[in-house]
């Protein structure tokens, strides 16, 4: 369940996302502690230099730094956190205290308790919903996580490279049923995907 | 007193100007704006980036009147308050500027 | 007089009663600051040990030490604690006692509201405690969710406790925040003009503000919440109308502020302490102004990126990540500012200084963090996790915790008069801080691998076993450090010798008086002519003790302070303050008593709690002023001023302004509420929808105007005739706007069966206690006109009143416009 051992395209881009941002806040934590560190080392003169720590380093430094960042995240989320843009299979998913249901519209399959089955290599748009409190559904390899709300349908875009089975959690507190309210999404061939889909075993 | 309401305006407006985009956003979801074409954009696009060039040149005027015939004879008084203005006006554009690209209501 | 005498009188004048009364009659702000000081560091030690819990049950796979019910009120409380009973109330003592001090003054205020907000604080937190201690404790996590929190969720009485105690807490906050705002805006030493305000002031006014404006939505919230739990309305629930996302947005519209309401007071004791350790002047004061003005404002603007998760539109998560990058800017100004005022000066390490190298080290980490979850694909996976738990500590210890104890060790002197011996501060030092990044560091990391919040146990074979045991191992070395901190401060306060005034060299009022300060600070009020008085002039101290400031002169048995012009600083009036008195602690129990008989569910007490705290409440404002003009006063120095009641401004006055900026906020929640529930929530439109008639608008307009001219025509004739009468039509005024009020109440459907019929109620409510209000506040200027305490001059009574007179009137056709809108559209 690690957000960085990837196995989809989602969170492969939030990992790498991660470590350049985890290389740059060490480059800046660095930097700002070397200046501490020589603040002690120089004896002031009592003239300080405005321009430089204010308007340089405090302004157009962390401006510059963080236009970069945020666009990076824009476009990402542009990218990969918007569902129903094309014609991804649908598939649903309702949280109650303290398990998961799944069903898969446009086929007649019965509904999986705690297990998700999706086609390998593929977009899968997943309707998120909840019968009770908020829940929220998140399978760390894959992509990052959105709440079931109750009254409220969230669309989630869930791809996982290769076949395999993929821990998924419920990833709002929601009483003491909290710690079991997991699942598992099993990506499947797609020859598996369709034999299921038809009402065969999983 | 008057200092202090120079001061805080600013930012005060940018507050309400965003918030107001936010609010736009939500009600035009609601009324089904995305889903009217209006030239290349949907008609939520248009309205909100209508909104955020508004808010924008309001927040322009807002520093122009701080800065002219609104501005304070003490000069700590009129400095921080420029400055403050100056943000507020980056702010404007920075913070909405998604309206230009960003997906929204499904 | 000489200074011997001088100071006798001014004691005997200013002084808290003796004996065993002193805590419950003292209005004395130095008092108050430490009996917040200390209440908020028992309720540190609570949230400790509530932290030791969680750490020992978490450092082992499937430990047995708790089940998950016990483990769910603990962590609740934990934050719970922390957030409200500890980090809110430290910085309310810590201002309250420094504040008159710094801004060269005798006392806050308002001294008796001071008391009543302490009060409040200690009875709330004493609820919350008293809930842990029965097992009872709110266990839905400290931002407590519906449907969790709400009876589906949680039918017990737990949440209860929460809502009702945390709002009672938060009655003192306001109270605070009213009394620093009008202290820092109007009572300062004469020539103190915005400019030369230490700079602590302005990011406590910048705090106060921002809590005036960020409370109100979590009171209005938790009121939804109590609401619906007691009565079934069905804010919260989305098969009536109601949405649980409502509750969110209200609880983060308060909870992002909350946490830089945290953070500010704590930059404000860097940027006064660095530079004096650093044996300088702050390196762009100005722009450190602005920064924090700019950290206010924008932090109002982020709250949504706590529920980036919730579903909402990509567009509207871009504007908070946008907004939530862009407050690192004000931030990164601060901390550049610091570090180049280190560069500037000739920094030594004293042990203040070694606490605030240990915020930088820390902090500067938090707010990377922090960045990174404002990116909205990043924070769908950290959400949630132990990366964010991470997080949240390294800037809430980091940025609070580390530089309120460099606040502790530098006040401390000024505290206690003695001089720091025990050297035990350095080695607890090292404790605490390579205990908390021990603790929390790693915890990024098995986040980032899975490890959500708030589950009370883990398997083995997770990944996180050695780094939960490495983390419970850092926090109990980090309890250590923080226990030697208390053991060395303890020390030096009882045993260690008398130390001089100034020992840090410093250029700011609070120095420039015996140590530990008298009741009255300053045997005359200086008149200033920079920021830093006591490095212009060394013998400041001795020159205000001599008689050559203002109110030099102790006179009649008066506690007098003088009011200043907000800018300028120039003094404008004589201010008498009341003395030492029983009646906030009563008043605050009256307030508990109305809080309990909602918790405990007996509903008939709950009128006559309020019928009790409006009686002391008058009792209150009788207390007050003069039954003849007194004119102008003499105020030292050759100088003569009016006093306070006998001119427009008076600082009651500015009281209710920024009460009713509170109240307004509140108000405005609520319409937000009102329509994000329209526009929103599943379940829309009810059943039906309150009818248009024409009854509507002429009871709220009639009413309006005739309260707001009444009043107004009562003002302009108050000293001459007609304004009882006036009065009178005032009070008319508010008659039909309570009818109005009673009227929709009456025709609204019903309440339970649809979140619009309980919206109509709150907002029929809401325009009806206002009404009241207003009433009450003309019941009272028309009973000082009888009793001959209303002249031409001494108008403060009407003005008063004209303010929640144009408040009730205004809310009002905003209420009534708000209920019918819906129905005209549909």
Request: net charge neutral; charged share 10%.
């Amino acid at each position: 369940m690690s957000t960085l051992h990837p196995a989809g395209p989602a969170a492969a881009a939030v990992a790498e996302l991660w470590w350049a941002m985890l290389a740059g806040a060490a480059l800046i934590f660095l930097f700002v502690m070397a200046l501490l560190a020589l603040a002690f080392r120089r004896g002031g003169d009592g003239r300080g230099a405005q321009s430089l720590w204010i308007i340089g380093l405090g302004l157009a430094f962390p401006l510059a730094v963080l236009a970069a960042l945020l666009l990076w995240g824009l476009g990402l989320g542009e990218r990969y956190l918007i569902p129903g843009r094309d014609d991804a299979p649908l598939v649903q998913a309702e949280a109650r205290q303290w398990a998961w249901s799944f069903r898969y519209s446009g086929s007649s399959r019965a509904p999986t308790e705690g297990i998700l089955l999706i086609p390998a290599g593929r977009p899968v748009d997943v309707e998120i919903t909840s019968a009770d409190v908020i829940h929220s559904f998140w399978v760390p390899r894959l992509a990052g996580k959105l709440d079931a709300i109750p009254g409220h349908t969230n669309v989630l875009r869930l791809q996982a490279d290769t076949p395999g089975d993929y821990a998924g959690l419920s990833a709002e507190f929601s009483g003491p049923g909290y710690l079991g309210h997991r699942f598992t999404v099993r990506a499947l061939e797609a020859d598996d995907w369709e034999a299921f889909l038809a009402g065969g075993e999983r | 007193m008057t200092d202090v309401a120079r001061m805080f305006a600013p930012l005060l407006i940018w507050l309400a100007l965003f918030s107001g985009v936010y609010g736009l956003h939500g009600v035009g979801c609601g009324l089904g704006w995305s889903t009217i074409e209006v030239a290349t954009w949907t008609l939520h696009r248009t309205v909100l980036v209508t909104a955020w060039s508004t808010a924008a040149i309001l927040q322009a005027l807002v520093l122009a009147a701080l800065t002219g015939p609104l501005r304070s004879p003490q000069p700590f008084v009129q400095g921080v308050t420029h400055t403050l203005a100056v943000a507020a006006l980056v702010a404007v554009v920075w913070t909405l500027f998604p309206v230009v690209f960003a997906s929204s209501c499904p | 007089m000489n200074a011997l005498r001088r100071h006798r009188a001014f004691t005997q004048i200013w002084s808290p009663d003796r004996g065993w009364q002193r805590p419950f009659t003292t209005v004395n702000h130095s008092d108050l600051g430490r009996m917040f000081l200390l209440a908020a560091v028992f309720f540190f030690g609570v949230g400790g040990i509530l932290a030791m819990l969680i750490r020992a049950q978490l450092a082992t796979p499937r430990s047995a030490f708790m089940d998950a019910e016990i483990y769910n009120q603990i962590f609740t409380m934990h934050g719970t604690v922390m957030m409200f009973l500890f980090a809110i109330p430290l910085f309310e003592g810590l201002a309250v006692y420094l504040l008159p001090k710094l801004l060269g003054t005798r006392d806050l205020a308002f001294p008796r509201l001071t008391a009543y907000g302490f009060w409040c604080y200690v009875f709330g937190g004493t609820m919350l405690l008293l809930s842990l201690l029965a097992g009872v404790a709110p266990d839905s996590g400290w931002f407590m969710y519906p449907p969790l929190s709400s009876t589906i969720g949680s039918p017990g009485i737990n949440p209860d406790f929460w809502l009702i105690g945390i709002t009672f807490v938060e009655i003192s906050a306001i109270a605070a925040a009213v009394e620093i705002t009008v202290s820092i805006l109007k009572f300062r030493a004469p020539g103190m003009s915005l400019d030369r305000m230490p700079i602590f002031a302005w990011y406590a006014l910048v705090t106060a503000l921002m809590i005036l404006t960020g409370f109100p939505p979590l009171i209005l919230g938790s009121i939804l919440l109590e609401l619906e739990r007691a009565f079934d309305l069905p804010f919260f629930q989305a098969d009536l109308g109601g949405d649980s996302l409502l509750w969110q947005h209200l609880f983060w519209l308060f909870g992002h502020p909350e946490v830089y309401i945290i953070f500010l007071p704590a930059a404000g004791v860097i940027s006064t302490v660095l530079p004096v350790m650093a044996r300088t002047t702050l390196l762009g004061y100005g722009w450190v102004v602005a920064a924090a003005v700019a950290l206010g404002f924008l932090s109002f603007g982020l709250w949504v990126h706590h529920m980036f998760t919730t579903g909402i539109p990509h567009l509207g998560l871009a504007f908070f990540s946008a907004a939530s990058t862009l407050v690192a800017v004000p931030t990164a100004v601060q901390i550049f500012a610091w570090i180049g005022t280190l560069w500037k000066g000739r920094p030594e390490m004293h042990l203040p200084m070694l606490w605030i190298m240990g915020f930088f080290a820390t902090f500067v980490i938090g707010g990377l963090t922090g960045v990174m979850v404002a990116i909205v694909p990043f924070d769908w996976q950290a959400h949630d996790t132990y990366f964010i738990v991470a997080h949240l500590h390294y800037v809430l210890v980091g940025g609070f915790v580390f530089p309120m104890l460099a606040a502790l060790y530098y006040w401390l002197p000024q505290l206690s008069g003695r001089k720091r011996f025990f050297k035990l501060g350095e080695t607890a030092f090292w404790l605490v801080f390579v205990g908390f990044h021990g603790t929390f560091l790693a915890l990024h990391w098995s986040g980032l691998l899975g490890q959500r919040r708030r589950i009370h146990t883990y398997d083995a074979g997770s990944g996180w076993e050695v780094i939960n045991l490495i983390s419970s191992i850092g926090a109990f070395v980090m309890a250590i450090g923080f226990a030697l901190v208390v053991v060395d401060v303890v020390a030096n306060m009882l045993l260690a010798v008398r130390g001089s005034r100034n020992p840090w060299n410093a250029g700011s009022l609070e120095w420039a008086m015996p140590t530990p300060p008298p009741a009255y600070n300053f045997a005359s009020l200086p008149r200033v002519a920079s920021r830093h008085p006591l490095s212009d002039d060394p013998r400041i101290a001795v020159r205000i003790a001599r008689g050559e400031g203002y109110l030099a002169t102790p006179r009649a048995d008066r506690r007098e302070v003088l009011a200043v012009e907000a800018s300028s600083g120039e003094p404008e009036a004589l201010v008498i303050y009341p003395r030492n008195t029983a009646l906030p602690i009563t008043m605050s129990a009256a307030t508990g008593i109305f809080f309990l008989a909602f918790l405990f569910k007996l509903y008939w007490l709950a009128p006559l709690a309020v019928a009790l705290v409006a009686a002391l409440a008058w009792r209150w404002a009788w207390s007050l002023g003069d039954l003849r003009d007194r004119g102008p006063q003499d105020v030292g120095r050759g100088e003569r001023l009016p006093l306070a009641s006998e001119r427009p401004g008076a600082p009651a006055w500015w009281g209710s302004v920024f009460l009713l900026i509170a109240d307004a906020t509140f108000f405005g929640s609520l319409l937000f509420g009102y329509a994000f529930l329209w526009t929103v929530a599943p379940g829309w439109p009810p059943p039906r929808y309150v009818e248009w008639t024409p009854l509507v608008p002429v009871l709220s307009l009639g009413g309006a105007v005739l309260a707001s001219g009444g009043v107004r025509v009562a003002e302009a004739r108050a000293g001459f005739g007609g304004t009882g009468i006036a009065l009178v039509i005032c009070a008319l005024g508010q008659a039909t706007l309570i009818a109005l009020a009673a009227y929709l109440l009456a025709v609204a459907p019903e309440a339970t069966g649809h979140a619009y019929g309980a919206t109509v109620a709150v907002l029929a409510g809401y325009a009806l206690l206002h009404a009241g209000l207003a009433l009450l506040f003309t019941a009272h200027a028309l009973a000082r006109l009888r009793a001959g305490y209303i002249s031409d001059r001494r108008r403060t009574e009407i003005r008063i009143a004209r303010l929640w007179c144009d408040y009730a009137g205004l809310s009002s056709v905003i209420v009534a416009a708000a209920v019918l809108v819906p129905g005209l559209f549909a």
